[in-house]
């Protein structure tokens, strides 16, 4: 059990770029959970993947927003056309079995857009 | 979901306990006690969680009332790896997807 990795840890982009982030949960677990975090809040719910079939996404969710778990393993998430807005900690957790079971996240991936 | 209230900020000493509260009026009877928290510059890590009774773990221990519309976080001997932000939150209901609905939390800080 190594935990949960994201990669890249921080992303510095220009404002109209496009950026992808990785998530690696840990093996076998079957659920995987993307949050943003801004400064000064709690972490907010963005996604959520069972296997490789997305169940849920919130509505702060926008079309330039996109994301996938590719075989139910690793999951990527995409931000297109960045904003200002966008710069935010964005966290990845991954949960195995029950549905309330504890979520186990990783270290996250900080964004800067310019 | 069910909402919960904390206080913004506590203050303990180290070595000393420390109970941090949590209001949650509307619970559900399917509503399960969460607790999570976050230490700087990393992700939030489960501490503990529970339905009705009194719960103890390696981390703290986890005070429920008896009509369960509050509960406390003990920390037994606080250490300054212990400042964190503690997150209550509620889990069950109508949710089919487990997911957390963090608040804004309490920032505990831990003196020396």
């Known amino acids: 059990d190594t935990g949960v990795s994201q990669d890249p840890r921080h992303k510095i982009t220009k404002r109209g770029q496009n950026v992808t982030f990785r998530c690696d949960p840990i093996?076998?677990?079957?659920?995987l959970y993307w949050y943003r975090q801004t400064l000064g809040q709690g972490p907010e719910f963005l996604t959520y993947?069972?296997?490789?079939?997305?169940?849920?996404k919130s509505r702060l969710l926008s079309d330039r927003f996109s994301a996938e778990r590719p075989k139910g393993s690793f999951s990527t998430l995409e931000i297109q056309r960045t904003e200002q807005g966008d710069s935010a900690m964005y966290l990845c957790?991954?949960?195995?079995?029950?549905?309330?079971?504890?979520?186990?996240f990783g270290p996250g991936t900080r964004l800067l857009v310019l | 979901d069910a909402k919960t209230t904390q206080p913004n900020s506590m203050e303990s000493n180290e070595e000393e306990p420390v109970h941090l509260p949590c209001n949650h009026s509307?619970?559900?009877?399917?509503?399960?006690i969460h607790w999570y928290r976050q230490l700087p510059s990393q992700g939030p890590e489960y501490v503990i969680h529970?339905?009705?009774s009194n719960v103890n773990n390696r981390m703290a221990s986890l005070a429920i009332a008896e009509d369960r519309k509050s509960s406390t976080l003990i920390l037994h001997r606080a250490t300054l790896r212990d400042a964190a932000v503690y997150y209550c939150?509620?889990?069950?209901?109508?949710?089919?997807?487990?997911?957390?609905?963090f608040g804004q939390g309490t920032t505990l800080q831990v003196k020396p």
């Open positions: 957790a991954s949960s195995p079995g029950r549905i309330f079971g504890t979520q186990y």
């Open positions: 093996s076998e677990h079957n659920r």
């Open positions: 993947f069972q296997n490789e079939a997305q169940l849920e």
């Open positions: 509307t619970i559900s009877g399917t509503d399960y």
């Open positions: 529970g339905l009705t």
């Open positions: 939150i509620l889990r069950g209901g109508s949710s089919n997807t487990g997911k957390l609905i």
